[in-house]
């Protein structure tokens, strides 16, 4: 091959702006071979970097977590476990004339006690150059993701103790109790999604609860999206919120149906069955039992006595220093928590099943 002139022998002429090119991958030329920027390729290392458009950039569905707040909560420091007391009911007897009144009539007691879990965490490396090339807040938009994923984890731990309350006898079974335990409903086989059966779950539940004398005050139901929009969508509108909107409740924003038995109703993408699979297993790093099968569960009602969460590092977010900065030329976010929950008042909590009858294995 002779050189063109003014070209140095055994040398490759580099093509005006293109100076990054394959093997340096291209910002600004690239051939079809080439891996560099290429209008539609995938597979070049800048193919996601700045492209003019009109728009908007499409973000996956993010839930948030709803979990917190709908649980009794103690931030625990300078131990591994918290204590929880419990106390039974009282007895009322007639008093005997010169009989002395020695106060032996205290209330049976028992305790829970919640571990902590190992340290939660989520994590993403940031390097300087994706974050100058890119047209959007990277750092930003990964550290919302990081949040995300703590929260996701939060509301899977304690969406599950609270099907297992109800699943549990009460830990005070000496007189005058036992204390009542958790209850399940059997809403009917495949009955997960039909509205007039979740109403009818929602008046059962909410009697039950009257009848354990559990607060008013506090009443949650978890359901997932598609229960919710059911209820919205199929059951006659007396059971919609009618103080927004016109007279259809708020009908029209999809947020019309705010409470059926003074039952608050929260949505959630993270109820056990939802996740895939009937049984879920321990993982390690968890303390605290969170598994079991959930293969016919169908949603949660509870008050917030159900369960407990003990926190001893709060949802936080940390950065690399200057050091590794300067020797990986970018910064590691790690999102971090660290809590353990457990099942307190089992008397509090319901069960949802999508089956005729309600037997555990």
Request: aromatic letters at 8%.
């Amino acid at each position: 091959m002779t050189a063109a002139a003014g070209t140095p022998p055994n040398s490759t002429p580099t093509p005006l702006g293109s100076i990054n090119s394959v093997p340096q991958l291209a910002l600004s030329k690239a051939t079809a071979s080439a891996q560099g920027y290429n209008d539609g390729s995938t597979t070049g290392k800048y193919a996601t970097y700045l492209k003019l458009f009109s728009g908007e950039m499409f973000k996956a569905y993010e839930s948030a977590c709803i979990a917190k707040g709908t649980v009794q909560n103690r931030t625990l420091t300078n131990g591994k476990s918290m204590q929880f007391i419990f106390t039974g009911r009282m007895q009322a007897d007639y008093h005997v004339p010169g009989t002395p009144i020695l106060g032996s009539g205290d209330p049976p007691v028992a305790e829970k006690t919640i571990v902590m879990d190992d340290l939660l965490i989520s994590s993403a490396f940031v390097y300087d150059l994706d974050e100058t090339l890119a047209h959007y807040s990277l750092r930003g938009e990964i550290s919302k993701k990081i949040g995300y994923a703590l929260a996701e984890a939060y509301d899977k731990k304690i969406f599950r103790t609270v099907a297992l309350a109800a699943r549990e006898a009460h830990p005070i079974t000496a007189a005058p109790g036992p204390e009542p335990g958790g209850s399940t409903i059997a809403l009917g086989a495949n009955n997960e999604f039909n509205a007039q059966a979740l109403v009818d779950g929602f008046f059962e539940a909410a009697s039950i609860l009257d009848e354990k004398n559990v607060p008013r005050e506090g009443r949650f139901a978890v359901l997932s999206p598609r229960q919710y929009y059911a209820l919205v969508s199929q059951v006659d509108s007396n059971i919609l919120n009618r103080d927004y909107g016109n007279t259809q409740g708020d009908l029209n924003s999809g947020q019309g149906l705010y409470e059926i038995a003074g039952i608050s109703i929260k949505r959630s993408n993270n109820l056990p069955f939802m996740l895939g699979g009937g049984s879920v297993a321990a993982v390690d790093g968890e303390n605290n039992w969170y598994g079991g099968d959930f293969s016919k569960h169908a949603g949660l009602i509870y008050q917030k006595d159900a369960a407990g969460v003990v926190t001893g590092i709060g949802p936080s977010v940390q950065t690399t220093g200057s050091d590794v900065k300067t020797m990986y030329q970018g910064d590691i976010i790690v999102g971090r928590l660290a809590m353990g929950a457990g099942t307190l008042n089992p008397a509090a909590a319901i069960e949802l099943w999508a089956a005729d009858t309600v037997a555990y294995a």
